[in-house]
T-cell receptor, first 113, second 113 residues
């Protein structure tokens, strides 16, 4: 069955430092993969998605993610973090029928000054 | 174009009561899915509707139900509320399937007392 693991529950990064959030997935075929961000009390905003093709995907707000089939990973990166990036980040894959998204438990990002 | 609208944003109900939440998807989108978000369980899929038909249902008791209207607007209902139903309920709108791209509303925060 499809599943998503985000190994880091909470990460703290200094403002201006680089960021990498980890995501590992279990999926029967080439997956669709998503990263969402959620600010406190808000809904989810799509940062980026991977369907096929280039394994390095660019998203909004300066984020990118790299799909690595051999490692079953889709890690999210940003070269320089801003205080406004503090939020919760979720990695997701669709279920087999494509009618639902399966989310990881999320990683909370704190940004220190 | 207008985003996904969920109403109400906040709700306080008493144990044993029932509640109805509403979701208006993005114009032209025919798929609406619902998720429950709690600190302990994370984001869990409730159900998905497409053209007024439920295509998929998550592992929730029968107290949780939903429907979709001909204009794609969707409602979910929870009967006989329990304290554990307190959560953020998120609705997502997709053109045809969540696996292609899902846009989330701000959510309805339900508190059961």
């Amino acid at each position: 069955a499809q599943s998503v693991t985000q190994p880091d529950i909470h990460i703290t990064v200094s403002e201006g430092a680089s960021l990498e959030l980890r995501c590992n997935y279990s999926y029967g075929a080439t997956p669709y993969l998503f990263w969402y961000v959620q600010s406190p009390g808000q809904g989810l905003q799509l940062l980026l998605k991977y369907f096929s093709g280039d394994t390095l995907v660019q998203g909004i707000k300066g984020f990118e993610a790299e799909f690595k089939r051999s490692q079953s990973s889709f890690n999210l990166r940003k070269p320089s973090v801003h205080w406004s990036d503090a939020a919760e980040y979720f990695c997701a894959v669709p279920n087999q029928a494509g009618t639902a998204l399966i989310f990881g438990k999320g990683t909370t990002l704190s940004v220190s000054s | 174009k207008a985003g996904v609208t969920q109403t109400p944003r906040y709700l306080i109900k008493t144990r044993g009561q029932q509640v109805t939440l509403s979701c208006s998807p993005i114009s032209g989108h025919r798929s609406v899915s619902w998720y429950q978000q709690t600190p302990g369980q994370g984001l869990q899929f409730l159900f998905e509707y497409f053209s007024e038909t439920q295509r998929n249902k998550g592992n929730f008791p029968g107290r949780f139900s939903g429907r979709q209207f001909s204009n794609s607007r969707s409602e979910m209902n929870v009967s006989t509320l329990e304290l554990g139903d307190s959560a953020l309920y998120l609705c997502a709108s997709s053109y045809d399937r969540p696996e292609t791209e899902a846009f989330f509303g701000q959510g309805t925060r339900l508190t059961v007392v």
